[in-house]
């Protein structure tokens, strides 16, 4: 899930939209709100954001070290107008990537991914994944296996990217539909990450030869490669 933060109501809800578009669960919130809802959130639902994409409103070079205090994932800013000046003040205040509105938001996945490489190697999955018969892009390209495609549905693709990013950690069926489906969602149950996981666990079974997800009643599942 991604949060977008903008003082304008247009620009936080477009790529709020343009997220849920690319199948990805997101939450548009206005400056004021997004503190509010920083300082309140629970673990659980800090736990699900993928990444913060921080547009133009007064003090955003202050929230970076905010957000770091609750959460590892990438601080992305949405600039109006390329500025060296502001750009270096970003990175200075910890941002970990500025980018020139209008981008389309499968950038900002991959860069996203990017950063999550850079601050996360001694546990990130891709990096694990890329030498693997598995490879997985985190970007909307299609996951691979021996260098073939395997077409997933966004849903099941999305499921199998947050459980290799945390591989071997154990991930409550909560916690993957609160990072898939997004964390206020209310038109599905939680329960429909059984069914979605029960798929993907026999696709990826039937390619690969084995199970890479283990799954624990009651406990949850966790990607073991």
Same mark, same amino acid.
């Given at each position: ?33 997004? $503190? ?21 409103? #007064?003090? /955003? ?8 205090? $609750?959460?590892?994932? #990438? ?6 107008? /390329? ?69 997933? #549905? ?41 069914? $979605?996981?029960?798929?993907? /666990?026999?696709?990826?079974?039937? /390619?690969?030869?084995?199970? #890479? ?13």
């Amino acid at each position: 899930m991604y949060i977008v933060v903008d003082e304008r109501q247009v620009v936080a809800s477009g790529y709020a939209a343009n997220f849920e578009r690319e199948g990805v669960s997101s939450l548009g919130l206005f400056s004021e709100e997004f $503190h509010e809802w920083l300082s309140t959130a629970s673990n659980s639902d800090l736990d699900a954001v993928q990444g913060f994409v921080l547009g133009e409103f #007064p003090q /955003r070079a202050s929230c970076a070290n905010s957000i770091r205090r $609750h959460s590892k994932a #990438p601080i992305i800013a949405l600039c109006e107008e /390329r500025s060296l000046d502001e750009t270096l003040d970003l990175f200075t205040a910890k941002f970990d990537d500025v980018v020139r509105k209008t981008v389309h938001v499968r950038e900002i996945l991959a860069r996203s991914e990017a950063v999550w490489r850079r601050v996360n190697t001694s546990s990130n999955a891709k990096a694990d994944s890329d030498s693997a018969r598995l490879k997985v892009y985190f970007d909307g390209r299609d996951v691979e296996i021996d260098g073939e495609c395997l077409n997933l #549905p966004r849903r099941e693709r999305h499921i199998l990217e947050y459980l290799v990013r945390n591989k071997g950690r154990r991930l409550t069926k909560l916690q993957i539909f609160n990072a898939v489906y997004g964390i206020y969602s209310s038109e599905v149950e939680d329960s429909v990450v059984e069914g $979605h996981v029960s798929k993907l /666990r026999k696709k990826l079974r039937q /390619r690969l030869g084995y199970d #890479p997800i283990e799954a624990k009643r009651y406990i949850g599942y966790s990607y073991i490669g």
